[in-house]
């Protein structure tokens, strides 16, 4: 089976991590993996990675735009169910210490599998294709760029139009049109909108509620261009900043430069986490900030690594990263602001550019 492989280097890359994790094959079935890995993802399909060769299941619905489509692995259509396939395509017989995505294999999958390759061991792992995926190449780091300009440029207009009176709900609904009308095929999320007391809401749903004078109004925004996610979040005050206002947010703006300052390849993503933190612990804020840092940022919006004091992950170069810490106070509103960065040695380099001292409108 001769795969096209010559100037695609991600099968090979996890052939590289097979070799090191001694496996034998690797059974990948997450949509996202697949994208990344053959460059195809279909709504059902699966591939098979050994190590000097891979396979890619599909079935007929996409059988010329597999054809077209992926690379690294040569392609194979089922006529019957994906299970069939499994059961009666001696090519896909497995053999070994066989890898699957243990988090994305359904129970079900796995039993048949097993039950099909008795031979085989099953090893359960996570975060392997993820984390080969999280170092971005440099055209992936451009299209993200893209993505952040875009994103950028549909803020700065959000920004000119912000006024008492306009409805989140319908704000939500031009952020999606910009994005569009300047090359996205769409958002990356849903957008959050948030004003008022429900800027206290980390991950508020835009709803009917109309802006006022005195609100903060968060805008966490991203699209995806070429099939790469941007992920972006300002806040800004209605008319003056009361003094509280102006303090919470210079709270969190130090704990998101402190943060930028120090990440850098090497680092644990734990203790990039607690330089954001503790600044935020020490101002009597820490349980108002509730969620982790940040997260990877690629073909989805939220990919490996966490950022997080829940979990240590070792920051590579070309990793993408948001860093976005937020202060939330209940029935008062909140603050968040979220750049996305790359990790380089020695530092980052901050990919986003719209402006973060505090805009009074
Ligand atoms: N846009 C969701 C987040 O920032 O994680
Ligand atoms: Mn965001
Ligand atoms: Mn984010």
Redesign the pocket.
């Known amino acids: 089976m001769r795969a096209r492989t010559r100037d695609w280097k991600r099968v090979a890359k996890l052939q590289a991590e097979m070799r090191r994790r001694k496996v034998d094959a690797f059974f990948v079935v997450r949509a996202s993996n697949l994208h990344y890995l053959f460059n195809f993802m279909p709504s059902s399909g699966f591939g098979i990675v050994w190590p000097d060769h891979a396979v890619f299941v599909t079935d007929f619905r996409y059988e010329t735009a597999a054809h077209n489509a992926v690379r690294g692995a040569k392609v194979i259509i089922h006529r019957g169910t994906l299970m069939d396939e499994l059961k009666k395509n001696r090519h896909l017989r497995l053999e070994g210490k066989v890898a699957i995505e243990a988090d994305h294999m359904t129970v079900d999958f796995f039993e048949a599998l097993k039950s099909f390759n008795q031979h085989a061991q099953l090893q359960p792992l996570i975060n392997v294709v993820e984390e080969i995926a999280a170092c971005k190449e440099l055209e992936e780091l451009a299209k993200i760029q893209q993505a952040i300009k875009i994103t950028e440029r549909v803020l700065s207009e959000m920004v000119g139009m912000l006024r008492p009176g306009l409805m989140e709900a319908d704000l939500a609904t031009e952020v999606r049109y910009r994005h569009r009308k300047y090359g996205a095929t769409g958002d990356s ?1 849903d957008a ?1 909108i948030a004003s008022g007391k429900n800027s206290a809401l980390p ?1 508020a749903e835009p709803g009917k509620r109309k802006i006022q004078k005195g609100d903060f109004v968060t805008f ?1 925004i ?1 699209c995806v261009y070429e099939g790469y996610a941007s ?1 972006i ?1 300002r806040t800004f005050v209605i008319g003056k900043a009361t003094p509280k206002q102006r303090k919470i947010y210079d709270l969190v703006l130090r704990a998101n430069q402190k943060a930028i300052r120090a990440a850098k390849a090497g680092m644990d993503g734990y203790d990039l986490d607690k330089v954001a933190r503790d600044i935020i612990t020490k101002a009597g804020y820490g349980r108002k900030f509730g969620h982790g840092l940040g ?1 990877g940022v690629g073909m989805e ?2 990919a490996f690594p966490r950022v997080s004091r829940l979990v240590h992950t070792k920051l590579k170069p070309n990793m993408v990263i ?1 860093i ?1 810490p937020g202060v939330y106070i209940p029935g008062w509103g909140g603050v968040r602001i ?1 750049d996305d960065i790359r990790i380089k040695r020695g530092g980052c380099e901050v990919m986003t550019s719209f402006p973060k001292e505090l805009i009074e409108i």
Do not use: Q, S
Request: hydrophobic share 25%; glycine share 8%; net charge negative.
């Open positions: 999320f959050i991950h966490d991203g992920d979040t997260h919006v939220h948001t976005e979220e």
